[in-house]
C-alpha cells in the first residue's frame, strides 16, 4: 500500500470512530434495553471516591458501550463472530445442540469468601443453607426445600464438548443431605423427561411442562395426589417468545420458543402485591404476550407478594411459597391441591416469615429456587426473619 493510501485509511477510521462518539453522545439516552431485557447503563458520577477507586471509568465505560450508536447489531455481530470463529459460547451462554441456548453455571465456594480489591464478600453455600435450617427452627410447620437444577445439567447432552459447567447433581445431593428442612427431588423428576421439552430453548427457565413434573415432585414429597397430564389440554398461547439467554448471548438466528399454558385460568381468585397494595391479578397476563419479556405472562411478572385462592380444591394445605420466577409459570398446577398458594419473593418483600406464617395459618413452608438463583441470591438470610 502506498503512504497516502495508508493515511486515507487511517482518516477515514478516525472520522468513522469519531462520527460514532459524536452521533452516541448527542441521541437521546435509552434507559431500557428491550432487545436485551435490562437496564442500561446510567451516567457515571465523577467523584474523588469514584475517581479513586476506579468507579467512574469502569462505568464511564459501560455507559459508552450501553449507549453507542446500533448496539443492537454491534451485539449481535460479536455473537456472530464468536461463532464463525469456532467458539462455543458468548457472553457467559453456550450455543448448544437443538438450537439451544444454555446458561453456564459457575460452580459456586461452599466457604464464605472475603472482600478484596474491591470485590464484595461472597456468602458460601453453607452459609446459605444455615438460612434455611434457621427457617426451619423458626417456624412451627413443615419447611421443604428444593433446588431446580438448570438445563446446564439436564440437557448435559445439549452442551458443546467439554463444556465447564458446576456438578449440580452432587451439589444438590449435598445440600440436601446436610439441610433441617425436608426435601423436594426436582432432579429426577426433570431428568426422567430430558428428552422432552422441559426448558425453553432460548431461555433459562423451565417450560410448562418442566413445571408440571416440578408440581408433581413436590405433590411426591408432601405426600398429594399426583397431578396427571392426560387431564389438561395444552394450549399455546404465543410462538414468538425469545428469552433472556437470547438477551444475553447475542444470538439472533435461531427460531423462537413457544410458551404453552395447562391449566384454565378459572376458579381461582388472584390477588397481587406489585406496588404493596392489593390489586387483583390473574394467572395468565395476555398484554404481557406483546411485550419482549413475554414470560412475564405467568402472573404478571416479579412481585413482592401474590397470593391465589383456589376453589378447586377448598379444603386444601396453605402454602408459603419462597420463590424466584421459576414459581410463577408452576402456580397455575399448585391451584390443584393448595387452596391458597403464598408467593413470597425475598428480593422485595422484607416481612418476617415467621410471622406472615402466623397470620395466615399457613400449613406448609416450601422454600424453593433454582440451583443459579440460590447460589447467588444476596437475600436469603431474610429466611431467619
Not at 172 to 188: C, E, K, P, R
Not at 213 to 223: F, H, M, R, W
Not at 288 to 311: H, M, R, T
Not at 325 to 344: C, K, M, N, V, W
Request: net charge negative; proline share 5%; with cysteine.
Amino acid at each position: 500500500m502506498s503512504k497516502k493510501f495508508n493515511i486515507f485509511l487511517t482518516i477515514l477510521f478516525c472520522a468513522f470512530i469519531g462520527g460514532m462518539g459524536v452521533i452516541s453522545l448527542l441521541l437521546p439516552d435509552k434507559e431500557f434495553s428491550e432487545l436485551e431485557n435490562r437496564y442500561l447503563q446510567k451516567p457515571p458520577k465523577l467523584s474523588l471516591e469514584t475517581l479513586s477507586s476506579g468507579k467512574f471509568m469502569e462505568d464511564a465505560e459501560d455507559y459508552v458501550s450501553d449507549h453507542i450508536l446500533g448496539r443492537d447489531f454491534w451485539v449481535a455481530a460479536k455473537a456472530w463472530s464468536e461463532r464463525l470463529s469456532g467458539k462455543k459460547e458468548n457472553e457467559g451462554v453456550y450455543f448448544g445442540a437443538k438450537d439451544t441456548l444454555i446458561n453456564r453455571v459457575d460452580s459456586p465456594a461452599w466457604e464464605d469468601t472475603p472482600a478484596q480489591q474491591g470485590v464484595p464478600a461472597k456468602q458460601g453455600l453453607l452459609t446459605r443453607l444455615g438460612f434455611v435450617d434457621a427457617l426451619v427452627g423458626n417456624v412451627d410447620v413443615s419447611v421443604y426445600f428444593g433446588l431446580i437444577p438448570s438445563a446446564a445439567e439436564i440437557w448435559r447432552g445439549r452442551l458443546p464438548a467439554g463444556a465447564p459447567t458446576a456438578d449440580e447433581k452432587a451439589i444438590i445431593d449435598q445440600l440436601y443431605f446436610s439441610t433441617g428442612a425436608a426435601t423436594i427431588d426436582l432432579y429426577d423428576a426433570l431428568n426422567a423427561h430430558r428428552d422432552e421439552d422441559v426448558y425453553y430453548r432460548t431461555d433459562h427457565h423451565w417450560t410448562s411442562l418442566g413445571a408440571f413434573y416440578g408440581a408433581n415432585a413436590i405433590c411426591d414429597s408432601l405426600g398429594l395426589e399426583p397431578l396427571d397430564l392426560s387431564n389438561y389440554q395444552k394450549t399455546t398461547v404465543t410462538d414468538q417468545f425469545y428469552g433472556t439467554s437470547f438477551s444475553t448471548s447475542g444470538v439472533r438466528w435461531l427460531p423462537p420458543d413457544h410458551i404453552d399454558t395447562y391449566v384454565p385460568d378459572e376458579g381461582v381468585t388472584v390477588t397481587s402485591y406489585f406496588n404493596g397494595s392489593p390489586v387483583e391479578g390473574s394467572l395468565y397476563v395476555d398484554s404481557k404476550l406483546e411485550v419482549k419479556d413475554k414470560y412475564a405472562y405467568f402472573l404478571g411478572g416479579n412481585q413482592p407478594l401474590c397470593v391465589i385462592e383456589s376453589e378447586k380444591t377448598p379444603d386444601g394445605p396453605k402454602v408459603l411459597l419462597i420463590r424466584d420466577s421459576y414459581s410463577d409459570s408452576l402456580a397455575p398446577f399448585l391451584t390443584e391441591r393448595f387452596s391458597e398458594i403464598h408467593l413470597f419473593d425475598l428480593r422485595y418483600n422484607l416481612t418476617s416469615i415467621q410471622s406472615y406464617v402466623e397470620e395466615h395459618d399457613i400449613d406448609t413452608v416450601i422454600v424453593l429456587y433454582s440451583f443459579a438463583n440460590f447460589t447467588t441470591d444476596d437475600n436469603l438470610f431474610l429466611l431467619g426473619r
